[in-house]
């Protein structure tokens, strides 16, 4: 069963709302995980910087937070590594052909009441509803 963090989930969500707003305002960039991240990976783009510290930023954060107050909410997962791995794939190709990730969509987009994030983002919510149904009623799973 996952534990119920309802004040560390807001003051995440806060934090990312408020990079998202920054990197918008400060570099008129959307946050989009997966955009900044390709622009990373050779061939890099002129605005590599900027980039890789978002990145970096997001990466050391949570080791940060770790490192200070413990493991905060412990991850531990019965789904066995390959699995987790191919289905970092498969949201992988979902990414691509989405044209965007759920950070991108879900929180810039909406921002911005852009009509395809906001499709996007219904559209993902409503995948992962029925996938966790399915998963927990239908086949039995945790």
Sequence with gaps: MTEFTPWLSLSGGA??????V?????HGRIAGMTGILTAVIPPVHGDWAWRAAF?????V???????????VVGFHSAVPMPWLV????????G????????SGHGVCGIARLSPRSIAAT????ASTA????????????L
């Design 15 to 20: 934090l990312i709302g408020l990079a998202s």
């Design 22 to 26: 920054l990197l918008m305002a400060l």
């Design 55 to 59: 990145l970096s930023g997001a990466i």
């Design 61 to 71: 954060a949570p080791i940060l937070i770790v490192a200070i107050f413990g493991d």
């Design 86 to 93: 191919a289905g970092g794939l498969v949201v992988g190709v």
């Design 95 to 102: 990414v691509y052909f989405g044209s965007g990730c759920t």
């Design 122 to 125: 219904i559209v993902f919510m």
């Design 130 to 141: 029925v996938t966790v149904f399915v998963i927990r009623h239908v086949l039995g799973g």
